[in-house]
């Protein structure tokens, strides 16, 4: 299940256990509103950066403005393989394309309450048949934080989560810019199954 939770591109640092990927206190986009994106529909299949196990991700859009992603990670060699899904949220600003991912079932269980409460933001980037999928880089933000350019909290401890508390309208305008991708580091990039 370990490899699952690595390749899910929305909440790939949850499987862990040991910390949450950069958390937000409200949905990225929530000024803008939320629409599905089309092209994310259908399965993607890839693997995340430094690991080599393959997952299958399934995007399946709801009439309520939401996707549920469903993630499978089949038995590998040393792993017995998993799966988890999600609720998507997905929005446009500027020419950025965001997901905001909230864990909902590990496994056939539901996820802990710290992991279903958690919003992960996630940009992502399609061209052609390949989805490229980021998180907020960590240093980056706790750096923002620390220079008060957005307002957020570090937990204690040399892997204290990071939470960014940023009023939505301000938020949204800092990742409306064109160059809001350098506060992400790549997660994983997928392939389109056809």
Not at 103 to 115: H, I, N, S, T
Request: aromatic fraction near 8%.
């Amino acid at each position: 299940m370990r490899s699952t939770r690595l390749a899910l591109a929305a909440c790939a640092v949850l499987l862990l256990g040991a910390c949450l990927p950069v958390t937000t206190k409200t949905p990225v986009g929530s000024t803008a509103g939320f629409a599905n994106d089309p092209s994310l529909a259908g399965t993607w299949v890839g693997s995340t950066k430094g690991d080599p196990a393959v997952s299958y991700f399934h995007f399946l859009p709801k009439e309520d403005k939401t996707i549920t992603l469903v993630g499978v990670t089949p038995p590998q060699k040393d792993e017995k393989g998993g799966w988890g899904t999600y609720t998507l949220q997905t929005t446009v600003l500027g020419k950025n394309h965001y997901m905001n991912a909230h864990e909902w079932l590990d496994d056939g269980k539901p996820a802990d309450q710290k992991a279903q409460e958690a919003n992960v933001t996630v940009y992502y980037t399609i061209e052609g048949d390949t989805l490229k999928a980021y998180l907020f880089d960590e240093d980056k933000v706790k750096a923002l934080i620390a220079s008060h350019k957005i307002a957020g909290t570090v937990d204690p401890g040399q892997f204290g989560d990071v939470h960014i508390t940023e009023d939505a309208a301000k938020l949204d305008a800092m990742l409306t810019k064109p160059d809001a991708s350098r506060l992400f580091t790549l997660l994983v990039t997928l392939h389109r199954v056809k």
